[in-house]
Nanobody
Framework: QVQLVESGGGLVQPGGSLRLSCAAS????????MGWYRQAPGKQRELVAR???????NYADSVKGRFTISRDNAKNTVYLQMNSLKPEDTAVYYC?????????WGQGTQVTVSS
């Protein structure tokens, strides 16, 4: 069973940056499209960034121009570089395949943007 483990979250001031990492226990990255999702309190989980097996990327309008998704298939790791963070980016961030697989949801990593 492949496991996905997210890391890199934390508390950051508005305008700051964070880099999230998603490490897979198996080599799924080269096969599937991968995505970063987030869930804010009281809101549904949403897909914010997607990267195909070939490296093509797509972003939600709310993060376009600020977030960058990338992948290192050799390391079985997907990254999310988040710049110009806003308070509304506060959420638990998860990685998963796209579309998401129920069995792949991990614990996520908390990102809090606050002064």
């Amino acid at each position: 069973q492949v496991q996905l483990v997210e890391s890199g979250g934390g508390l950051v001031q508005p305008g700051g940056s964070l880099r999230l990492s998603c490490a897979a226990s198996g080599s799924i990255h080269s096969i599937y499209a991968m995505g970063w999702y987030r869930q804010a309190p009281g809101k549904q989980r949403e897909l914010v960034a997607r990267i195909s097996s070939g490296g093509s990327t797509n972003y939600a309008d709310s993060v376009k121009g600020r977030f960058t998704i990338s992948r290192d298939n050799a390391k079985n790791t997907v990254y999310l570089q988040m710049n110009s963070l806003k308070p509304e980016d506060t959420a638990v961030y998860y990685c998963n395949v796209v579309p998401p697989g129920v069995a792949y949801w991990g614990q996520g990593t908390q990102v809090t943007v606050s002064s």
